[in-house]
């Protein structure tokens, strides 16, 4: 009875580990995306747009559809994590590019974190990226 279930758990196992090879070959990896900012500055006031590229490295390509599904921006660079500022997405740009709104309310430089789903790729893509407000 221990003896089949451990040979069960190990064909699982070998299925797993084999299904994974296969992955790694079929697709690019999430880790093989990235968000750049199109503009590393932004000036110092209310609605104020912050685009965003999706790329994939290993291609240099702009990637379309990617589902935002977290945003968050603060003052963590400057050891003012907790001044965060409420942002939204705005629609618009050009494929692979995303676009959102939000006040900067201070100068300095502020952390916008990305979490997005790629389709057809598993996992998330995480992102974190310092903006300059300037005035
Ligand atoms: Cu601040």
């Known amino acids: 009875m221990k003896k089949l279930t451990i040979a069960r758990a190990l064909r699982v196992a070998l299925l797993a580990l ?18 750049k900012l199109v503009e590393p500055t932004v000036a110092v006031g209310k609605d104020k747009i912050v685009t965003v590229r999706l790329v994939n490295k290993t291609t240099g390509k702009p990637v379309p559809d990617a ?10 660079p400057e050891g003012m994590a907790e001044m ?3 942002i939204v997405a705005e629609p618009g740009g050009e494929p ?15 952390l916008l974190s990305l ?12 992102s974190k990226l310092v903006i300059t407000a300037q005035k």
């Open 18 to 35: 084999a299904a994974a090879g296969t992955a790694g070959v079929a697709r690019a990896d999430i880790k093989d995306y990235e968000f």
């Open 67 to 76: 589902v935002i599904f977290a945003t968050r921006l603060d003052m963590a």
């Open 84 to 86: 965060a500022t409420k």
């Open 96 to 110: 692979g590019s995303y676009r959102f709104k939000a006040a900067f309310g201070m100068e300095g430089k502020w």
């Open 115 to 126: 979490g997005a789903k790629v389709q057809g790729e598993t996992g998330t893509v995480e």
